[in-house]
C-alpha cells in the first residue's frame, strides 16, 4: 500500500484500475491516441516547495498580525522553521527576512510583547 501512495503522491502518478484486460487495452490505446509529450528522461519526483510544509494552524496565526499576509507568513516560515523561532526573534532578526521591513517586524514584536505578559 505505501508504494502505491508513494506513486500517487509522491511521484504525481495516477493509477487506473479496470474492470478486465480488454478495458485495460481500451484505455491504453485511448491513452496513446492523447498528444502529451513527456520530457526525454528518467522520471524524477518534483522539487518540494517549501511552502507545503507549512501547517495551516501556523500560517492562519501570523496572517493575523497586522500587516502579515500569506506570502510574508510562509517567508517567515521558510527562514525561521518554526513558530516558536518567529516569536522570539529580536526585530533585527525579524527584518532579515525579505518583504519584512521595520514596520512588519514592530507589529510582530508587538505581538511578542503581548504573548509573554
Known amino acids: 500500500m505505501s508504494l502505491y501512495i508513494r506513486i500517487c503522491a509522491g511521484w504525481q502518478i495516477p493509477i487506473l484500475h479496470t474492470q478486465d484486460g480488454r478495458h485495460t487495452a481500451d484505455v491504453l490505446v485511448q491513452i496513446s491516441n492523447q498528444d502529451v509529450r513527456a ?11 517549501p511552502a507545503y510544509a507549512i501547517k495551516e494552524p501556523a500560517l492562519r496565526m501570523l496572517t493575523e498580525i497586522p500587516g502579515i499576509g500569506p506570502k510574508r507568513a510562509i517567508a517567515l516560515i521558510t527562514h525561521f522553521r518554526t513558530i516558536g523561532t518567529i516569536m522570539g526573534a529580536l526585530e533585527s532578526e525579524l527584518r532579515k527576512v525579505p518583504g519584512i521591513g521595520r514596520a512588519h517586524a514592530a507589529s510582530i514584536s508587538e505581538v511578542n510583547a503581548g504573548v509573554k505578559k
Not at 39 to 49: D, E, F, S, W
Open 39 to 49: 520530457p526525454a528522461g528518467p522520471m524524477r519526483p518534483r522539487p518540494r516547495n
